[in-house]
């Protein structure tokens, strides 16, 4: 059985896969399963894959109709069988000695979830920002216990799943997995994920290397999309019954927090977009309330 599975999700990503497959050959720690989820690709992206299972024997390949990116991840965690779970895209690449980090890390120390850094590069013309080191904020030898953590998270918070390297019992044990049919997916299983795990460690290297590429949906204007609009209201609707069926404080006060967060950035979409799809009526009279008493703290501050 192998120590790590990795879940790639595929879709159209052919000038882009051989850089991320690449990564995984090179890896210093070569004990993995790698789950490509092709989502009804129709570049080279399978025929890519297909040529490298005889470079990468831990290669096993999945073809479906596209459905997301969240059914892919979801598809590829029916396959796992390693004792940690790194999710991959397959537009980025891994540092060499990311596996072998984690891995040695997380046996060692026991811990849930291990968080390290990424660092972003951008194709020709474009202007990014690196919001993905977490150096400031989080201690490296510490090993956090959930309270700990999540007050953590509150000083410096990151989303992204491929930041994440995850004790594969979780998925069992609390029946974790991705919503399927919706952007912004992250935002909703990252804060399930951290008020249901007990221990975490953080490793202050960039071990993924995250590409901005023109085109891609986030690089897109979302506050102009209705679909990312529509899918960031169903994560707060969620993430507001998951805080009501939390069982700590400290769980309770994240989910919370994050709920509140996503619907203030709800807040900047376009009119039209927000007319067209408003929350449930007591829900957004609960939140518009909580954004008032907001508005009047920072009132008070100046």
């Not at 005889?54 to 029916?78: D, T």
């Not at 940690?84 to 120390?109: G, I, K, T």
């Not at 979830?113 to 400031?136: C, L, Q």
Request: aromatic residues 12%; hydrophobic residues 40%.
């Amino acid at each position: 059985m192998p120590s790590v599975s990795i879940i790639l999700p595929v879709y159209n990503v052919a000038p882009y896969l051989k850089a991320c497959l690449d990564s995984l050959c090179v890896q210093t720690f070569q004990d993995f399963e790698m789950i490509a989820v092709n989502d009804g690709s129709t570049d080279e992206s399978l025929a890519i894959l297909e040529a490298y299972q005889g470079i990468l024997p831990q290669l096993r390949i999945i073809s479906q109709p596209n459905q997301g990116l969240s059914a892919a991840r979801n598809r590829g965690l029916q396959e796992v069988v390693g004792k940690y779970v790194y999710f991959l895209d397959s537009d980025d690449y891994l540092q060499h000695d990311m596996l072998e980090a984690c891995f040695s890390l997380a046996e060692r120390n026991h811990v849930d979830v291990i968080k390290f850094d990424a660092e972003p590069f951008a194709e020709a013309g474009m202007t990014i920002t690196n919001s993905y080191d977490s150096r400031p904020w989080l201690a490296e030898t510490r090993i956090y216990n959930q309270q700990a953590w999540l007050q953590a998270q509150r000083n410096h918070y990151n989303s992204p799943v491929w930041l994440l390297f995850i004790r594969a019992e979780l998925f069992a044990k609390h029946d974790l997995r991705f919503l399927a049919g919706v952007l912004h997916e992250d935002e909703l299983f990252t804060p399930q994920l951290f008020t249901k795990a007990e221990t975490f460690q953080y490793i202050a290297q960039p071990f993924f290397k995250r590409r901005y590429r023109a085109g891609s949906i986030m690089q897109n204007n979302i506050y102009q999309s209705q679909a990312s609009y529509d899918s960031k209201l169903r994560v707060v609707r969620e993430l507001d019954v998951a805080s009501k069926q939390a069982k700590s404080d400290a769980a309770i006060d994240f989910l919370i927090w994050r709920r509140n967060t996503l619907y203030m950035d709800s807040r900047g979409y376009a009119k039209n977009l927000r007319q067209a799809s408003p929350l449930p009526f007591m829900l957004s009279k609960r939140l518009e309330m909580r954004a008032a008493i907001r508005r009047i703290r920072k009132g008070w501050k100046r």
